[in-house]
């Protein structure tokens, strides 16, 4: 039911809040409360305080980060299991885990209450396992070592247990790459899946293997240093040198040429010095010195 002249209420909105309905509610309830607490917003559109609970209870969700979920339901559009729950008054809510409600409150609360709420129901999944972490920074301790292999197959184990695990996958990527074989690299991050495909550790792993694409034809380093110190205005080899100096490990010689070269003409090649500079930034880790100052030191061109 809808007051004449009120504003609908907006759809519920983020990755762990959705509406349900009667034909979705032992989907959305029952059967994903057997894995993660589950939090069911009883509410109508011309409920005053449903208004004011409704936002609290999504805003404490939302900090919880997946662990619990919550389903909002219109008793006007939905009335079958309010009514198998006995609602008789909104806004009521109830908490179900392993498929059956355990907990719940009916009218509005303080935010305050609300927050202690869901992190009570959060908590009746016990805490976090940390299994798949820690086994992925295991793996990482390998890959770091030199253990390519031995890191490339923890990785693969891993992603049968999680196969949307954007760190595994990132690894397993990384620890091909450390064995050179970039074409396998290139098709397990092909094969990775579209939710996680713009995950920042996927995009750091693309990154490296454009960069390595492109030092295959850029040519062995020491030519092109020759070749450079012969022409020093010769733009396109100094971007070649750097691309090649960074596929050689030598990160901080490649950001300084290809500062060198956005210094020089900024805007040569379509602004090709910064667009590469950007790739290595994103191929090294975010915190990495050779990338904190790079970025100052481009920044500090740009706006000069």
Known sequence: MQILGQTPAKPATGEHIKDGTDNSFIADVVEMSMKVPVIVDFWATWCGPCKTLGPAIEA???KADGRVKLVKIDVDANPGYSGQLRVQSIPTVYAFWQGQPVDGFQGALPPSEVNAFVEKVANLAGEPDNGLADAIAAAQEM?????????????????QEDPDNAA?????VSAYLALNDIGQA?????GAPAAISTDPALEAVAARIALLREAESAGPVAE???KLAADDGDHQTRLDL?????ANGRSQEAVDHLLELFRRDREWNDGAAKAQLFKVFDALPPKDPIVLTGRRRLSSMIFA
Do not use: K, P, Q, S
């Open 242 to 246: 750097a691309t090649a100096l960074h």
């Open 168 to 172: 595994a996958y990132a690894g397993l």
């Open 60 to 62: 404490a969700v939302t």
């Open 186 to 190: 290139e098709a397990i991050l092909n």
């Open 224 to 226: 092109l240093e020759a």
């Open 143 to 159: 890959l770091d070592e030199g253990a390519a292999a031995d890191a490339a197959e923890t990785f693969a184990a891993i992603l």
